[in-house]
C-alpha cells in the first residue's frame, strides 16, 4: 500500500510546507493596516546589509548544493547510498543549504524593509531548524561519524548558530 506524499517516510511535507514559506517571504504581503513604516534613519543601511545577506545567502546555499554533488535531495532523509560530506560549506555549518535560505530571506526582508517579511522570515528560521532536527536523527542513524561532527561544526548560521 502507497503512502500520500504528506505522510511520506523521507520528509515529503516539510519540502511542501518550505515551499508555501518560501513563497510568503517573496512575495506575500509586506505590509498591513496598522504597522508602522520602515524608520526613514535605517533604509539605507537596511538595504546595504539586506543585499548583503542575500548574495552571502546565495552562496552559501549554492556551495552547500555543490558540496553535496549527488548526494542532494530536497528531502530531508538521505539517500541510501550518500555519503557524509564534512568539507567546503559543510566545514562552516552542517546545513549550509538551508543557513543559505535564511541569510536570503532576512535579506530579502531588509530590501524590502518589511516588518512582516522580517516576521516570516523568522517562521523560516523556526522551521528550518524544526527541520533539521528531524534530519540530523536520521543522519545520526545512518552515519555513526555525525555525532562527531555535529559537535564540531555550527548547525545554521556560520559563526553564530
Sequence with gaps: MRTTWWRGKRGEWYVAFQAVLFVLVVFGPQTLKGIPAWPHAARLPAFLLGGVLLLAGFLLACAGAACL???????????????????????????PIYGGIILMAYGWSL???????????????????????????????????????????????????
Aim: net charge positive.
Design 69 to 95: 554533488g549527488r548526494n542532494l535531495t530536497p528531502l530531508p532523509h538521505p539517500k541510501d547510498d550518500a555519503l557524509l560530506v564534512e568539507t567546503g560549506a559543510y566545514r562552516l555549518v552542517r546545513h
Design 111 to 161: 530590501l524590502a524593509q518589511s516588518w512582516l517579511t522580517l516576521a516570516y522570515a523568522t517562521v523560516v528560521l523556526a522551521f528550518l531548524d524544526i527541520k533539521s532536527r528531524r534530519e540530523e536523527r536520521w543522519l545520526k542513524e545512518k552515519f555513526p561519524g555525525y555525532d562527531a561532527y555535529r559537535k564540531r561544526v555550527r548547525k545554521l548560521i556560520p559563526f553564530l548558530y
